[in-house]
């Protein structure tokens, strides 16, 4: 399919849910949060060889920062350019915290939090349903997108009050065809959803 033949996508993604989508090369991908501090946890692959995913690695070393923002390029685990990041109206997206997970929500909260939802169990849904053969072994570190993880002088990371509002948004140019994994994070047990999990909204656009 090229791109002139590429259904543009605009969805609203309720919270807790994943949603799996396919930007084509020059595409925008445009993801909004619509009442604010929404974590939006997200990976990417390359839409025809999914072993080629998003690298948090391979994107901090070659911008030499740890926080994503308008100039960062996406790279993938070979190193090539995924996708830019063109425009930001939040200004810090995480991407060493992780996807939130049954193991997580125990060893950070309770033992009687394992039972609730959680990033990871969503990926696996969405991946399971999208029947492209990818599972848990390609679900790499994550990005968490309008989420504010500060790292201390030690070294340490802080899940802290988010810094983004209603209306937010962030832009993607896709720079090859890339397959979209979100999870809309339904964590009601750190400040990263602001206790409080709501929708977004993702709308794709032809860069001309
Ligand atoms: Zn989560």
Redesign the pocket.
Known sequence: MNKAQSPLIDCVIPPGEPWIGIVRAGQVLRIVDLEGNQ?V?TLFYNAVDGSEHYSAQDTICAQGNIYLTTGTVLRSNRSRPMLSIIADTCGRHDTLGG??SAESNTVRYALGKRSMH??RDSFLLALSRDRSGLTKRDLPSNINFFMNVPVTPAGGLTFADGISAAGRYVDLEALMDVKVLI?N???LNNP?NAFNPTPIRVVTRDNA
């Open positions: 974590a946890d996807a939130c959680s990033c999870s994070c339904p964590q990263c």
